[in-house]
């Protein structure tokens, strides 16, 4: 028998490393989280082996309804009688069981002494402990999951698992993908299929009903940095200048952070003949826009600071205070992963999102992924931009040319076996999505 460790970022890339050097009949024997990321064990010619990946899913989940009560057991016994219900409450907050399966209730009892009352302390490292090893139980479960799903799916369904893969391509998200086929079920033939998806796909994306420069007020541009919020102002305020005139125009910068950034719209101020108002960190918001209420547009400038930088809440804050009434816009890079793109999406949602703006879409080699990102989180598309040249490669988006895009740019190689099963493995991610 032979057994090897294997470390990565996180599980998927944990499995996706046994898999290509022990091959698909490896059983993993061990798992556990560790600084920066995960550590598996994994056996070849393992006695059980044969069971672990190929048991059906009803079995699969069966184990992790038994791992959990397993769970509960071990800390009812660490903890007192008096405190295990609270312990258990905190342990499986938001953690699914049926209602056969209720948490372990331990019986009342009469303490026999006044000694019997005091409980013994329990380390709270022992309980971060355990919801480490279960989540990371229950994401090696999902990957499993997702990779017998794909297994049977492709035996079954070949015409739905062919769809599956061109939808994998754009680079859509799993219960996105689930969404869109379970619209065309009833559809056999398969190009027919494919354009019924495709427009289903394309009134999923919402987009304004009134451009926002033409609807006015105060226009604030937020995201990480690199994103191209300062370009995408810059395409904004000139396109407004080109069509009504400087005067009802004001552009106000919140970045003290980069270096060069108030010089860059100063300039942009000089050539459009625009007002330029810088907002050091501190001052209000609120006092900056107010000689500036009688412009029809005031365009924001804002900084991309790091998630965990203390001064990105006090912007956010800002932005979403009473007597502003910002609409703000998430600028989000499309040659951006799908992890920094969620990433942007949760920092910046607390300042109120009205839309976002998809920029470099003419260096993006896939759009799915910031299409499902913005359907899911119902973001309307206001704008995008394709290029460098102020204003002409900013466009209003269409939902058809968008989808059309999407699928001009998509991957030109057969999805792997590996991304497959990461599709399907998104599903377990949604409560109530399952493929079938």
């Known amino acids: 028998m032979q057994v090897k460790r294997f470390f990565a970022a996180d599980m998927r890339q944990a499995m996706k490393l046994v898999r290509d050097e022990l091959g698909a009949d490896a059983a993993i024997i061990g798992n556990r989280r560790i600084a920066g990321g995960v550590e598996l064990t994994a056996a070849l010619d393992y006695k059980l082996s044969a069971l672990a990946p190929r048991v059906p899913n009803v079995e699969l989940e069966d184990e992790l309804r038994k791992t959990q009560s397993r769970i509960v057991t071990a800390q ?95 680079g859509l998200s799993g219960p996105l993908a689930h969404e869109l086929l379970a619209q065309i079920a009833g559809i056999e033939e398969p190009r027919h299929a494919w354009r019924m998806l495709l427009a289903h796909l394309a009134r999923r994306i919402d987009v304004p009903e009134v451009e926002p420069i033409e609807e006015g007020g105060v226009i604030a541009m937020v995201g990480p940095a ?37 010089e860059q719209l100063k300039t942009l101020g000089r050539i459009l003949n625009v007002s330029v108002t810088h907002v050091d960190p501190g001052q209000s918001l609120a006092q900056a826009l107010e000689p500036l209420l009688r412009k029809r547009v005031v365009l924001i400038d804002t900084a991309g600071l790091q998630a965990s930088d203390p001064a990105l809440r006090m912007q956010l804050e800002t932005l979403a205070g009473r007597g502003i009434a910002s609409k703000n816009y998430l600028v989000l890079a499309t040659t951006s992963q799908k992890q920094v793109l969620t990433a942007a999406y949760h920092s910046y949602k607390r300042c109120g999102l009205a839309g976002c703006i998809l920029t470099k879409l003419d260096e993006t080699a896939c759009l799915g992924e910031v299409l499902s990102l913005a359907i899911s989180h119902e973001l309307p598309v206001a704008y995008l931009t394709d290029g460098p040249r102020i204003p002409d490669d900013l466009h209003l988006p269409r939902r058809h040319q968008l989808v059309s895009r999407a699928v001009s740019v998509q991957m030109q190689d057969e999805p792997s076996e590996e991304a497959m099963a990461d599709m399907f493995a998104d599903l377990y991610h949604s409560p109530g999505k399952r493929v079938g």
């Open 226 to 262: 690199g994103m191209g919020k300062t370009t995408t102002l810059a395409k904004l305020a000139a396109r407004y200048v080109l069509k009504y005139g400087a005067q009802n125009l004001a552009l106000v910068s919140m970045d003290s952070f980069r270096i060069g950034a108030q």
């Open 76 to 170: 009812a016994e660490l903890s007192s009688r008096s405190e295990s219900e609270d312990g258990n409450r905190q342990l499986f907050a938001g953690l699914p069981l049926t209602a056969s399966e209720p948490l372990v209730e331990t019986p009342v009892e009469t303490p026999a002494a006044p000694v019997a009352a005091a409980a013994a302390p329990v380390d709270p490292r022992l309980f971060d402990a355990m919801r480490s090893e279960l989540s990371g139980l229950r994401e090696l479960l999902e990957v499993q999951l997702g990779s017998l799903a794909w297994s049977q799916l492709q035996g079954n369904q070949p015409q739905q698992a062919n769809l599956w893969r061109r939808l994998q391509r754009i």
